[in-house]
């Protein structure tokens, strides 16, 4: 009993406490004990949903993408006033799914002239629709990128100018080698070409845009 004889709430027994179907030496009643395991319960089958549905959300955030730099060709083979296309390995190891097309074409100061861009001795542009990842073909006669599925165009430095895409085409790294044009990662670009790291068909990237959708974390090279 505590000191001062009021031992209905200091002591740790319940019939001390006078609890209603309290039994001697019991700390605790039959019916918390209940109450105590619903929540318990509850709370591992609130998880089981919770966590793997969390982790399907975070994952691509965590993504650890590998890169790989792929030749394109001399770099002689290309021009500054129009784009080869170049068929290029992005994931080795997966046979043709792990191939794409690039539009690639040389550095030319009188279209580069943001500063993204100035440093960039090749531009490398995806062919893959910034809308639904459908692909685009380059016209040269229009200078415009164009996608047959939902009707996206993009000027010569991949920007939209038509059609539903939220943002423009995607880009690559690209360096020289020994004479080579090498392709490396690929990047994603808002409308002022700011580079940012790959995000998926339909995700815009001006405004707050940038901020709902997650980036990946990659192992650029």
């Given at each position: 009993m505590a000191p001062n004889g009021n031992n209905r709430y200091r002591s740790k027994y319940t019939l001390d406490r006078e609890m209603p179907g309290a039994f001697p030496g019991e700390t605790i009643t039959r019916r918390r004990f209940m109450t105590a395991t619903a929540h318990t319960a509850g709370a591992i089958a609130a998880a089981s949903f919770t966590i793997p549905a969390l982790g399907f959300a975070l994952a691509p955030v965590f993504e650890r993408v590998p890169h790989?730099?792929?030749?394109?060709?001399?770099?002689?083979?290309?021009?500054?006033?129009?784009?080869?296309?170049?068929?290029i390995t992005t994931n080795p190891g997966l046979g043709e799914v792990g191939k794409q097309l690039v539009y690639v074409r040389k550095h030319n100061p009188q279209l580069d002239?943001?500063?993204?861009?100035?440093?960039?001795?090749?531009?490398?542009?995806?062919?893959?629709c910034a809308h639904a990842g459908c692909p685009v073909r380059w016209v040269e006669a229009a200078e415009r990128f164009i996608c047959p599925c939902h009707g996206g165009v993009y000027d010569i430095l991949g920007r939209r100018v038509g059609g539903p895409p939220p943002r423009p085409l995607d880009r690559f790294y690209t360096r020289v080698r020994n004479g080579l044009v090498e392709i490396g990662p690929r990047y994603?670009?808002?409308?002022?070409?700011?580079?940012?790291?790959?995000?998926?068909?339909g995700e815009p990237l001006d405004g707050i845009g940038q901020y709902l959708y997650p980036a990946q974390f990659d192992e650029r090279k």
């Open positions: 790989h730099w792929s030749i394109a060709g001399p770099t002689d083979m290309f021009v500054d006033n129009n784009y080869i296309p170049v068929t002239t943001d500063p993204y861009d100035r440093n960039r001795p090749f531009i490398a542009i995806s062919n893959r994603s670009v808002n409308s002022e070409l700011r580079p940012f790291s790959p995000r998926g068909p």
